[in-house]
């Protein structure tokens, strides 16, 4: 099973990237998608979460209405398109499957993807 993320780069304050994940391996079409990131000496934390089913979407409070969140499941992908960035959203940023409840972690992991913002 593998999460590959792609579309990580660097931007300057105020624009936008895209995210995609896609999955292989097995399908998630049933299990909740969505990303983490993590900062340059912080810990890993939620960013946004879709649901399998009835496109539920959880977003972390610092990306709420600049972040957004979809998912297609014919493709088994995930996308995280990023708007309005600053530099706090700085960090790599990890695609996740099957989240826990607490949304503190997830059951699969993808390999990562820098996004640098700067001012």
């Known amino acids: 099973v593998q999460l590959q993320a792609s579309g990580g780069g660097s931007v300057q304050a105020g624009g936008s990237l895209r995210l995609s994940c896609s999955a292989s391996?097995?399908?998630?079409?049933?299990?909740?998608m969505g990303w983490f990131r993590q900062a340059p000496g912080k810990e890993r934390e939620f960013v946004a979460r879709h649901s399998w089913t009835g496109g539920v979407t959880n977003y972390a409070d610092s990306v709420k209405g600049r972040f957004t969140i979809s998912r297609d499941n014919a493709k088994n992908t995930v996308y995280l398109q990023m708007s309005d960035l600053n530099s706090e959203d700085t960090a790599i940023y990890y695609c996740?499957?099957?989240?826990?409840?607490?949304?503190?972690?997830?059951?699969?992991w993808g390999q990562g993807t820098q996004v640098t913002v700067s001012s």
């Open positions: 996740a499957a099957q989240f826990w409840g607490d949304y503190r972690g997830a059951n699969y």
């Open positions: 391996g097995r399908t998630f079409s049933r299990d909740s």
